[in-house]
């Protein structure tokens, strides 16, 4: 392959970075858009996705002749290609019944997932991280304006304390199923949260008021939408995720642990002080969205109880020791519906053969983020945003949907050390 030519470069850097913010963090702008302008979120939701493919599309064809990044490339996409005959063969072949429709699950799974990481392979070499940063930023903080915007409007503005304890979802015109869940509304809350909090340690110094003024607002902001959505994935999730950046703060800028201790110790008198809070709403019956779902799933944990996940687990396990090679189908039979964790989907779709490569990934993945310390400020703001995503994954979500998670996978495993397009610009919010 032969060098590109600097000015192409650079555009299929600038691409890349799009196509990257576009697939990771915009989609709750398309579907609340529908809701604003008063039209179902079909049509809006079909767009932002053929948008997605033709954008990664475009990007491969227009670095057709550029050196693809190998870093980990193979390994991922060959359990990409193993899933995609899995998913071929279920519903070409057996014709298994699944809750979404075929075009449905490919359209996800090859426009959104498959293809966009191809073209992230061949660009990342070419993007600029501190744009890819600052565009970021920006879109989950549209993205979070939108979203307590819509929840505001669909509550009347009746700002009442009831109100603002419920679990924030957002509905579609026809007011029947949310068109944002509790969960993707804690989700992005989280994401904006850790964006902000890596951007204001990792640059405050490089920064004027302003510019602290506003990532200090984006935490604040993206900490209501957190606490707002109540589901308790994504707020633990963050929580650790949280602590994760001041231990990369305290070791890569500051360069000591002290103050990464203090700052756990600071942590630490929180929870007691979060221990005792639960205390009181314990004794006065008092419902807070998300405190009182941990505190339910507490008490049905020491009771022994189950929730519907747990079942969905079990079946999942079920079919895995049904056909543990090559296991059995890419859905649950039950309900055509997916486990909630990711490598119980895999042990069920893919059994030995797809576990194997998944957790080859896995570690190849943290492997390339104890490493830190060899790439830029910029690009390590993405790493507490993977692990969130990540650990979602536990929990929720399913393979063939799951589109800002392999993105992101793609970004971090992607990304090369030696990245001569970085840096080139600051990040100023």
């Given at each position: 392959?032969g060098?590109?030519?600097?000015?192409?470069?650079?555009?299929?850097?600038?691409?890349?970075?799009?196509?990257?913010?576009?697939?990771?963090?915009?989609?709750?702008?398309?579907?609340?858009?529908?809701?604003?302008?008063?039209?179902?979120?079909?049509?809006?939701?079909?767009?932002?996705?053929?948008?997605?493919?033709?954008?990664?599309?475009?990007?491969?064809?227009?670095s057709?002749?550029?050196?693809?990044?190998k870093?980990?490339?193979?390994?991922?996409?060959?359990?990409?290609?193993?899933?995609?005959?899995?998913?071929?063969?279920?519903?070409?072949?057996?014709?298994?019944?699944?809750?979404?429709s075929?075009?449905e699950?490919?359209?996800?799974?090859?426009?959104?997932?498959?293809?966009?990481?191809i073209?992230?392979?061949?660009?990342?070499?070419?993007?600029?991280?501190?744009?890819?940063?600052?565009?970021?930023?920006?879109?989950?903080?549209?993205?979070?304006?939108?979203?307590?915007?819509?929840?505001?409007?669909?509550?009347?503005?009746?700002?009442?304390?009831?109100?603002?304890?419920?679990?924030?979802?957002?509905?579609?015109?026809?007011?029947?199923?949310?068109?944002?869940?509790?969960?993707?509304?804690?989700?992005?809350?989280?994401?904006?949260?850790?964006?902000?909090?890596?951007?204001?340690l990792?640059?405050?110094?490089?920064?004027?008021?302003?510019?602290?003024?506003?990532?200090?607002?984006?935490?604040?902001?993206?900490?209501?939408?957190?606490?707002?959505?109540a589901?308790?994935?994504?707020?633990?999730?963050?929580?650790?995720?949280?602590?994760?950046?001041?231990?990369?703060?305290?070791?890569?800028?500051?360069?000591?642990?002290?103050?990464?201790?203090?700052?756990?110790?600071?942590?630490?008198?929180?929870?007691?002080?979060?221990?005792?809070?639960?205390?009181?709403?314990?004794?006065?019956?008092?419902e807070?969205?998300?405190?009182?779902?941990?505190?339910?799933?507490?008490?049905?944990?020491?009771?022994?109880?189950?929730?519907?996940?747990?079942?969905?687990?079990?079946?999942?396990?079920?079919?895995?020791?049904?056909?543990?090679?090559?296991?059995?189908?890419?859905?649950?039979?039950?309900?055509?519906?997916?486990?909630?964790?990711?490598?119980?989907?895999?042990?069920?779709?893919?059994?030995?053969?797809?576990?194997?490569?998944?957790?080859?990934?896995?570690?190849?993945?943290?492997?390339?983020?104890?490493?830190?310390?060899?790439?830029?400020?910029y690009?390590?703001?993405?790493?507490?945003?993977?692990?969130l995503s990540?650990?979602?994954?536990?929990?929720?979500?399913n393979?063939?949907?799951?589109?800002?998670?392999?993105?992101?996978?793609?970004?971090?495993?992607?990304?090369?050390?030696?990245?001569?397009?970085?840096?080139?610009?600051?990040?100023?919010?």
């Amino acid at each position: 392959m032969g060098v590109p030519i600097e000015k192409d470069a650079e555009t299929i850097g600038k691409l890349t970075e799009w196509m990257i913010v576009l697939l990771c963090f915009a989609y709750p702008i398309s579907t609340i858009l529908s809701l604003f302008i008063g039209m179902s979120s079909t049509a809006f939701n079909t767009g932002y996705r053929i948008i997605g493919v033709c954008l990664s599309i475009f990007i491969i064809i227009k670095s057709v002749n550029f050196a693809p990044n190998k870093y980990s490339q193979n390994l991922l996409f060959l359990f990409l290609i193993v899933y995609f005959f899995r998913i071929l063969i279920d519903l070409g072949i057996y014709d298994v019944f699944h809750e979404k429709s075929g075009l449905e699950v490919f359209g996800f799974y090859i426009g959104n997932i498959l293809i966009p990481l191809i073209a992230m392979s061949r660009g990342i070499n070419y993007v600029n991280t501190a744009s890819l940063a600052r565009k970021s930023f920006v879109c989950l903080l549209v993205v979070n304006l939108f979203s307590l915007a819509a929840y505001l409007i669909q509550n009347r503005f009746q700002i009442s304390f009831d109100i603002l304890l419920q679990r924030a979802e957002i509905y579609g015109v026809d007011q029947i199923s949310p068109i944002l869940n509790s969960i993707s509304y804690s989700l992005y809350g989280g994401y904006l949260l850790l964006i902000s909090f890596s951007g204001y340690l990792f640059l405050k110094n490089s920064l004027n008021g302003k510019g602290r003024a506003w990532l200090l607002f984006a935490i604040c902001f993206g900490l209501l939408n957190l606490i707002l959505g109540a589901s308790r994935g994504p707020m633990l999730i963050t929580v650790i995720c949280t602590i994760l950046i001041l231990f990369i703060y305290h070791t890569k800028v500051r360069k000591t642990l002290g103050y990464f201790f203090r700052s756990i110790l600071f942590f630490t008198s929180g929870f007691v002080v979060f221990g005792y809070l639960i205390d009181y709403i314990i004794l006065n019956n008092i419902e807070i969205g998300g405190v009182t779902r941990i505190i339910n799933f507490s008490t049905q944990i020491k009771g022994g109880q189950k929730e519907i996940r747990d079942y969905l687990f079990e079946e999942a396990w079920e079919m895995f020791l049904n056909n543990p090679i090559i296991g059995d189908q890419f859905v649950l039979r039950s309900n055509g519906g997916y486990p909630h964790n990711i490598f119980l989907e895999v042990l069920m779709a893919l059994g030995f053969v797809g576990i194997f490569i998944f957790c080859l990934l896995i570690i190849r993945l943290f492997n390339k983020i104890k490493s830190f310390r060899s790439f830029d400020i910029y690009f390590i703001v993405f790493v507490p945003l993977l692990l969130l995503s990540f650990g979602l994954t536990l929990t929720s979500g399913n393979i063939y949907q799951n589109v800002d998670f392999w993105n992101l996978f793609g970004l971090i495993l992607f990304y090369p050390r030696n990245n001569q397009y970085e840096n080139r610009s600051s990040m100023s919010f």
